[in-house]
Structure formats: C-alpha cells, structure tokens
C-alpha cells in the first residue's frame, strides 16, 4: 500500500495550520508519524522562490507569478512528497495545486485549464488522496490574518480577488466531491478537526494496522 496525501486549502486566514497540527496529533496518538509540509517553500530552492512571490516589491506578472508557484511545486513534489508516499508515509501539505487554480487561475483570471496543466506538468500528475478546503468569507479571513503580520503581496490584493479566490475552491471542490471536504472555518476548531478525523477514519486504520 502507497501512502497517504492530504492537502489543506483555502483563503488568507481559514485556520489551515491549527487544522493541520490537529490531525498531526490525531495521527500520533495512532502511532502514525506525518510529514507535515507547505507550499510555497518547504525546499530550500522553494524558500528563495517564496520570498520572491510574497515580497511585495517583486512587480510580477501573472504568469510569472504562475511559473513560481509551478516550480516551488515541481520541487516539493519531488524532493520531499513522493519520497515520503513511496516509502508509505503520510504527508498534510499546506496548500497544494488548487491554491494555483484558485489564486493564479480563478484570482488572476488566467487560463484555468493552461495552469492546470502546468500544474499537471509540474506535479507529474500527483493528486491528494483528500483536499480539505477551509472555506472562509474573505473579509473575515483577511482581518484574522493581518492580526499575525504585515500583509504580503497575495493579501495585499483586492478584496474582489479574494472573493474570485474562495469562489475558485468552491467550485473545484464541488466539481470532484469524492476527493474534498468543504468546511465552514468560522466553525468550531474542534468540530472541524473532528470532520477531518472522521473523514480519514476508515485508511488511516489501514495505515495505523500494517
Ligand atoms: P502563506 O503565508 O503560506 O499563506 P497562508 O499562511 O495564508 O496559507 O503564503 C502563501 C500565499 O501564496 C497565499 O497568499 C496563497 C498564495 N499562493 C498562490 O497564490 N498560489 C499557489 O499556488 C500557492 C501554493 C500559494
């Protein structure tokens, strides 16, 4: 049996990385030990590649912009994800391909099926066993994450990009409802952990028996 792939998706300030270190510790507790990763920049090339696409001074058009996402995917794939799913591990990626399809695609309005397909040319076609999508309003998500820092360049954006954004996941999502779960993450943390846990229940007692 290969491993198991989770992505978290969803809008600035959607909760992903308190809803990614729950099922972290859902996992431990059955003796399962996840590599828990992020796009952009969980490779050292994908670091450098992340600076240029959230420093707010780097005047990027959108398919350059499109390209860098592309690449800090093509590298995290292979260097850290399919590595990790070979050997039968589990990885929880913070944001995946459907961030491009939404931020790059729905958000910048460039072609869907061409990012799509680069997106497919980067990955070598790897998609998630589960995409969890966060779904916030982008006012609300916005305000909670300008609480933590400075805004970067993709939340620097209007907030009719974000509104484009989260309609984007929406729709991706209900084009494939066997591979997502769509969450209200002005929910409660706790509830929304317990969905997730619910939804992996079934494998991950496969994965917790070999
Ligand atoms: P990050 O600080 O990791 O965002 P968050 O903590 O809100 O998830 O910054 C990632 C930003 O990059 C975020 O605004 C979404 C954007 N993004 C894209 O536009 N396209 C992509 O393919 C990915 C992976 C991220």
Do not use: N
């Amino acid at each position: 049996m290969s491993g198991l792939f989770v992505a978290f998706e969803g809008g600035e300030g959607a909760g992903k990385s308190t809803q990614v270190a729950r099922l972290d510790g859902w996992l431990q507790e059955q003796g399962i030990s996840a590599r828990l990763t992020r796009e952009p920049g969980a490779t050292p090339a994908g670091e450098r590649i992340r600076a240029i696409v959230l420093d707010p001074t780097s005047s990027l058009t959108p398919r350059a912009e499109a390209l860098l996402y592309a690449a800090d995917r093509a590298q995290h794939v292979e260097t850290v994800i399919r590595p990790v799913l070979a050997a039968g591990g589990v990885v929880i990626s913070d944001r995946y391909v459907d961030s491009s399809l939404a931020y790059q695609g729905a958000g910048r309005a460039l072609s869907l099926p061409k990012v799509r397909q680069v997106s497919e040319w980067a990955t070598g076609g790897l998609v998630p066993d589960l995409t969890v999508v966060l779904d916030i309003e982008p006012a609300a998500g916005l305000a909670r994450a300008a609480g933590h820092r400075s805004p970067d360049r993709i939340e620097q954006e209007s907030l009719a990009f974000h509104e484009r954004v989260r309609a984007g996941f929406c729709e991706l999502a209900a084009a494939d409802p066997a591979r997502y779960l769509v969450l209200d993450a002005s929910g409660d943390p706790d509830e929304l952990a317990g969905t997730v846990r619910g939804r992996l229940a079934p494998v991950v007692r496969l994965l917790a028996a070999r």
